[in-house]
């Protein structure tokens, strides 16, 4: 177990260095897609997932995650109209037309979160689904946790002498 900590531990660190160390352009994939190899992964040990059962949750997996994508692309749109409208101090009425937008997305974006953990009911068990949660939690909190180391060593090489 604490190889795989080791290990895991290891992995988010080289790829949180891939997003810093690389210069960053708009479109580019590939620490996203190191990232998302990496959770999946994790997935199939943390929840045991069998082969049938993989390919299963994955494929349900993805479609949630490109419905989710839309649904944030949405919003993205509605807070870009709100950015817009506060540099171009708009008045309150344009403001209030808005507001119930990027709300409306907020529902759906919950809506479709519980609608997918729901679904997964005839792919996993209840146990498997409880990891799942758990699991999302921790993964976000480890990737964070590297970032954060890796900001630290940048900038205790920065200030090196």
């Known amino acids: 177990m604490k190889i795989m900590n080791f290990v895991t531990i290891f992995f988010l660190t080289v790829t949180a260095s891939a997003l810093f ?3 960053f352009r708009m479109g580019d994939k590939r620490p996203h897609k190191r990232i998302e190899q990496l959770r999946k992964i ?18 349900r997996l993805n479609e949630h995650e490109g419905a989710k994508r839309e ?5 993205m749109e509605a807070l870009d109209r709100i950015e817009r ?26 809506e479709r979160e519980v609608n997918f953990f729901n679904s997964l009911s005839d792919i996993l ?9 758990l699991f999302e939690r ?3 909190k480890e990737l964070r946790e ?3 180391e890796i900001q630290r060593r940048r900038h205790r090489w920065m200030n090196e002498p």
């Open 125 to 133: 068990s209840v146990e498997q689904r409880g990891k799942y949660l």
């Open 71 to 75: 649904l944030m692309e949405e919003k």
């Open 42 to 59: 994790r997935l199939i040990e943390m929840l045991d997932l069998k082969e049938e059962q993989s390919v299963r949750f994955f494929a």
């Open 85 to 110: 409208l506060v540099r171009n101090r708009a008045d309150e009425e344009e403001f209030e037309k808005v507001f119930p937008e990027v709300a409306a997305v907020n529902e759906r974006i919950f």
């Open 21 to 23: 160390a690389q210069p």
């Open 138 to 140: 921790r993964f976000e």
């Open 146 to 148: 590297a970032m954060r």
